[in-house]
């Protein structure tokens, strides 16, 4: 299986007994929620690389195929918390060190 980082992946269905995931593509309306770097490689590469649209994977038992998507819709998760919070820190400036000054 080919691995694909968790910002190409547009969505997940789980029709049963199939999986279903979708990609963003070029030429295909992005929305909001799309990560910067993905919007960046689609308008870099739009007309020069070729981009999967689906994959549909279907298994005997469906419950391997429930497993990956919570693990997906998990994942998914935590890769936007980690996005917003450093974008919430990017301002940040490390202080300096305090110095205490003694009662006079």
């Not at 980082?5 to 990609?23: A, E, G």
């Amino acid at each position: 299986m080919i691995p694909f980082h968790v910002s190409t992946i547009k969505n997940m269905t789980q029709p049963d007994p199939d999986l279903r995931i979708n990609f963003y593509i070029p030429g295909a309306s992005l929305g909001k929620e799309v990560a910067k770097n993905m919007q960046y490689l689609i308008v870099k590469y739009g007309t020069k690389a070729a981009f999967i649209k689906e994959l549909t994977f279907r298994a005997s038992d469906s419950s391997n195929l429930s497993d990956v998507f919570r693990n997906f819709a998990e994942l998914r998760k935590r890769v936007r918390q980690r996005e917003q919070k450093a974008e919430q820190e990017k301002d940040l400036v490390v202080q300096t060190k305090l110095i205490r000054i003694k009662d006079q």
